[in-house]
């Protein structure tokens, strides 16, 4: 099974869940978000796929994320999209996608859901 982990390699749960599907045999694409970062269509399409908001994938612990507002109750998925892309630092980690689908792998064993 092919497998794509968009990673951070600082990130203990990305790096424990890029673990997983190794063990797992999955020929596992590696794309370091924060030097390669995704589009925003491409967010759209991994969040509408793992059937989560984009504000649901922020990493809203990210001290950015309250400094740009993204943590107030009224903020839109499209200004959390446009942050994102700015500072990719704000997208929550590691996504996951197969072709049984996306997900957020916050614990990592969510990932086994897609394998």
């Known amino acids: 099974m092919d497998a794509l982990i968009y990673h951070n390699p600082a990130c203990g749960t990305s790096r424990k869940t890029l673990e997983i599907l190794k ?3 999955a020929d596992v ?3 370091e978000y924060l030097k390669d970062p995704p589009s ?3 967010l759209t399409r991994l969040y509408d ?3 989560i908001t984009a504000r649901e994938g922020l ?3 990210e001290p ?3 400094e740009l507002g993204l943590t107030r109750p009224d903020v839109t998925d499209d200004e959390v999209l446009d942050a994102m892309v700015r500072h990719p ?3 929550n980690r590691p996504l996951v996608e197969t072709k049984k689908g996306v997900r957020l792998c916050r614990p990592q064993e969510i990932v ?3 394998l």
Request: no cysteine; charged share 40%; hydrophobic share 40%.
């Open 89 to 91: 630092i704000l997208i």
């Open 29 to 31: 694409t590696v794309r």
């Open 49 to 51: 796929e793992a059937g």
């Open 40 to 42: 925003r269509d491409e």
């Open 64 to 66: 950015l994320a309250a």
């Open 59 to 61: 990493r809203a612990k």
């Open 23 to 25: 063990e797992s045999g």
């Open 112 to 114: 086994r859901e897609i």
